[in-house]
């Protein structure tokens, strides 16, 4: 009977050095996961900066793209309405007026 009980302490005992060493390896790879969990954070911030400053740079381009397409249109559209205009005529124009006014 003693020999019994011995078998048994020395297997709970065997189990709980197992369930120890469970919560020892646990315990010792919380710290590691909680920093990798903490760097790639940090890695994920410093993508997200590099995208949002990506995205603004892209809008700053597009935006300037569409300013001097503007430029272009209204100059297209000066030319256009000035070519149609004598402009010899409307100088003489001017000059008879200030001649006779």
Excluded: F
Excluded at 55 to 67: D, F, G, N, P, W
Excluded at 80 to 98: L, M, P, T
């Amino acid at each position: 009977k003693d020999a019994d009980i011995a078998e048994t302490k020395g297997r709970h005992a065997a189990e709980q050095a197992e369930k120890q060493a469970e919560i020892y390896h646990l315990d010792l790879d919380h710290p590691s996961k909680v920093l990798s969990l903490q760097e790639d954070d940090s890695e994920v911030q410093e993508v997200v900066k590099v995208v949002t400053a990506a995205s603004q740079v892209k809008y700053a381009r597009k935006l300037h793209e569409e300013i001097n397409k503007d430029h272009e249109e209204i100059n297209k559209d000066h030319e256009e309405i000035n070519k149609d205009i004598g402009w010899d005529a409307a100088i003489d124009h001017v000059k008879q007026k200030s001649k006779n006014p």
